[in-house]
């Protein structure tokens, strides 16, 4: 299983650089929304959209903020810098629900909550990463993005399975640990270091990145978590089987889906300060 969920993993980095890298922006904005629409596929179902026609119109609506922001972006309207912010919200609202569970196990379990909970937050991660992507030194910064939340998740898994003895949040996820927990931290610390270097920090830089992926790490560990108790809520294991080894599409871009608004929030007031 490790094997598998290396190599699915390995294969799935290349083809998200691959595309960052060769990719124009409006093809990689529909590349993206590719991933988002399957993401929102298995977040539908999880919220109790088994129909195909409902799941058509989720598409339809997830597709159409999707354009909307897009055209909103292309008009640079105030709009488009006002949804990663309302997505972050989102985001520390989830926190809550993850840190009051399972008493708040009925927000979960609504479809209408979480029906309108996926327009928000996907939309919101969809356009964060186009910003992202946009922005100076765009592809380098949205490709460490990306590493970052996979640092903190390979980080958690390895330091977990080596050292895990305390859950973490064992009426949410019984199989996360403290002390994989703390293995991401470092993990993610570490590629902080990385983006000083990297991305032209001077010294006095480095408190500032490494206050970010600190905030990161919180909303990666949110996202895992958020979805995780989604899951026990509605009472699977996976999200879905699309990748191997790690089960479904949001099982794997849960973290990005958390990181990236608070993301394209924070790293623009952290790079106009170089």
């Known amino acids: 299983m490790l094997k598998l969920r290396v190599a699915s993993g390995l294969a799935l980095a290349v083809v998200m650089i691959a595309a960052i890298l060769h990719l124009p ?51 640079s309207s105030p709009i488009t810098a006002a949804v990663p912010i309302v997505a972050s919200v989102f985001w520390i609202i989830a926190l809550g629900v993850v840190l009051t569970y399972p008493r708040s196990r009925f927000v979960l379990l609504s479809k209408s909550a979480m029906v309108a909970a996926g327009v928000v ?30 640092a903190a998740d390979i980080g958690a898994y390895f330091a977990g399975r080596r050292f895990g003895r305390r ?8 199989a996360k640990t ?14 902080g270091v990385v983006g000083a270097l990297c991305f032209g920090a001077a010294a006095p830089s480095l408190p500032r ?3 970010l992926v600190a905030v990161l790490f919180v909303a990666s560990v949110t996202g895992d978590l958020f ?7 509605r009472g699977v294991k996976d999200s879905g089987g699309l990748l191997p080894g790690h089960g479904g599409v949001l099982d794997r871009v849960d ?20």
Do not use: N
């Open 25 to 75: 922006t409006p093809w990689l904005a529909a590349f993206l929304l590719l991933l988002c629409l399957l993401a929102a596929r298995e977040w539908a179902k999880l919220a109790g959209i088994v129909t195909r026609a409902g799941w058509l119109i989720y598409a339809i609506t997830i597709s159409g903020a999707a354009a909307a922001l897009w055209v909103a972006s292309e008009d």
């Open 255 to 274: 973290s990005v889906i958390a990181t990236a608004p608070v993301f394209a929030v924070l790293a623009p007031l952290l790079l106009e300060s170089h």
């Open 227 to 233: 979805e995780s108790a989604f899951k026990r809520a």
């Open 121 to 150: 937050a996907l939309p919101g991660a969809w356009l964060a990463l186009v910003q992202t992507a946009q922005a100076p030194q765009g592809p380098g910064l949205l490709i460490w993005l990306l590493a970052a939340a996979a």
């Open 178 to 191: 403290l002390e994989g927990a703390v293995g991401g931290a470092v993990a993610i610390l570490a590629w």
């Open 167 to 174: 859950k973490l949040a064992p009426e949410v996820s019984p």
């Open 209 to 211: 990145w490494l206050a």
